[in-house]
């Protein structure tokens, strides 16, 4: 399964492109959309250089594609197209690692029409312990789309 249109809309709109190195507000130097790490590993330094949409859009679906895998290997049943987009969206920005030890994947891999995913989505709207409206709307987005709505 590939990611679709809707999970580079979804990312491209709540990251917004940076051309310059900037702090997240989860405190990780990042850079384009949202992008903490290069194509080669290296980690976003704030002394980099500035990148162009075009490479901020190569890098999106390169490391897209490595948080794509992440989710195959992590969901045990059968999702529909825009199940996986949303979920592939949440784990690029909390990680696979949160994803993984998540209540949500494991509710997912038990029935992913349960709709107590769409509360679980809810619960990740905080950095830092800071609820953010960012977030809640991000969520929000990925919880609509999750369930077509």
Request: proline share 3%; glycine share 8%; net charge positive.
């Amino acid at each position: 399964m590939k990611v679709s249109k809707n999970c580079l809309d979804i990312i491209k709109e709540f990251e917004g492109f940076m051309a310059k190195p900037y702090i997240c507000s989860g405190g990780k130097a990042t850079i384009g959309y949202g992008s903490t790490f290069y194509k080669d590993g290296k980690k976003v330094n704030m002394k980099d250089k500035e990148i162009t949409v075009a490479e901020a859009e190569s890098l999106l679906e390169f490391q897209v594609n490595k948080f794509a895998e992440g989710v195959l290997k992590a969901v045990s049943k059968p999702l529909t197209q825009n199940q996986f987009d949303a979920l592939v969206s949440f784990c690029y920005n909390v990680g696979l690692g949160n994803f993984r030890i998540s209540t949500m994947r494991k509710l997912i891999n038990e029935n992913p029409n349960n709709p107590k995913i769409a509360d679980n989505f809810m619960l990740w709207t905080l950095a830092n312990g800071k609820r953010l409206n960012g977030l809640v709307r991000r969520r929000q987005a990925e919880s609509d789309l999750y369930f077509n709505l």
